[in-house]
């Protein structure tokens, strides 16, 4: 008769290399995270470090040196020359700027921004001109602008310009925070450096920002403030565009109680128009559905400036 204590040792004996397995894959998981937490650091760092070369580990690995003394082992695009880089060449290791966010910015035309153009004008004027006709500036015998920034409050349809930039340009639209490339203290943020090739003559390019006092002095701004009544009626009609409505719609009796209101506002008139009609059950929106729309939007505008924010 087999003795019961040797199925216990036999039990024990596997539960102790499931035990040994399991513990391995942790181990594993460890190190994994423990990668991905260093690497998140190292996005969360800001700008671009100049270093240099000072050896090749594999096909894509680095050992770079950096001016203020660290090591760093890095990656190396696929698109570099990698004979370039022997010992001693001068790089600049970017953490940020492949991660930025790549958006296709759409094909935004110019005749769906409402209510902005003169500021159209204006960017065209400094940004698509010295692009497409740079002979222009070199016969008036003239620089173009190096770039331009467009500032307002929210809502104001600076990201729309930028993307109806690129769109119509057939250019990158890049989308980054701005949080993540400058520092909290003033003049403590890396300098972005930038390749000069023979062929780029003009290296052009709009942001938008808030804090527009801090930024390059070279830099054109073009302001967009808040619409008056001829624009919000060409930026509702743009808006309302897609909807599918139902009688005649008097926007202009819309816009007169829209006063103050910015494209996110009559936006989000329409949406709030569409809405009512969904809870009318109807599937196309009345005259009544925008009154009601304009009205909650301008109600909760209101509610919003009376709000009295305290530290906490």
Not at 82 to 98: E, F, M, N, Q, R
Request: with cysteine; charged share 30%.
């Amino acid at each position: 008769m087999a003795d019961p204590r040797d199925k216990v040792l036999q039990d024990y004996r596997k539960k102790l290399l499931e035990h040994k397995e399991i513990d391995g894959r942790l181990n594993e998981l460890r190190e994994q995270l423990k990668e991905l937490i260093e690497l998140t650091k190292q996005f969360e760092n800001v700008g671009q470090i100049v270093g240099e070369v000072l050896k090749q580990l594999t096909e894509e690995k680095f050992i770079v040196k950096a001016t203020n003394g660290p090591r760093y082992v890095v990656g190396c695009r696929q698109q570099l020359d990698k004979s370039k880089l022997k010992p001693g060449t001068g790089v600049a290791v970017d953490p940020l700027v492949y991660n930025m966010s790549h958006e296709d910015p759409g094909n935004v035309s110019y005749s769906e921004i409402g209510g902005l153009s003169e500021q159209i004008w204006e960017l065209r004027e400094v940004i698509e001109l010295p692009l497409t006709n740079p002979e222009l500036f070199q016969r008036v015998g003239i620089m173009p602008p190096k770039g331009c920034l467009l500032q307002g409050p929210p809502g104001m349809g600076k990201a729309l310009l930028a993307r109806a930039v690129a769109s119509q340009l057939d250019y990158n639209f890049f989308k980054a925070v701005s949080s993540s490339i400058v520092d909290k203290y003033i003049g403590e943020e890396k300098c972005l450096i930038m390749p000069r090739t023979r062929d780029s003559e003009y290296f052009n390019g709009v942001t938008e920002s808030n804090g527009p006092d801090t930024l390059d002095p070279a830099l054109l701004k073009i302001h967009t403030d808040l619409p008056y009544e001829q624009a919000r009626l060409d930026l509702l009609k743009i808006h309302a565009g897609s909807i599918t409505k139902h009688g005649e719609i008097d926007y202009e009796a819309i816009v007169k109680l829209s006063d103050g209101f910015n494209g996110v506002d009559l936006r989000n008139v329409c949406t709030e128009a569409g809405m009512f009609a969904i809870r009318a059950d109807h599937d196309f929106v009345v005259q009544e559905d925008f009154m009601k729309a304009v009205r909650k939007v301008a109600d909760s505008n209101k509610l919003e400036s009376k709000l009295d924010y305290k530290p906490v």
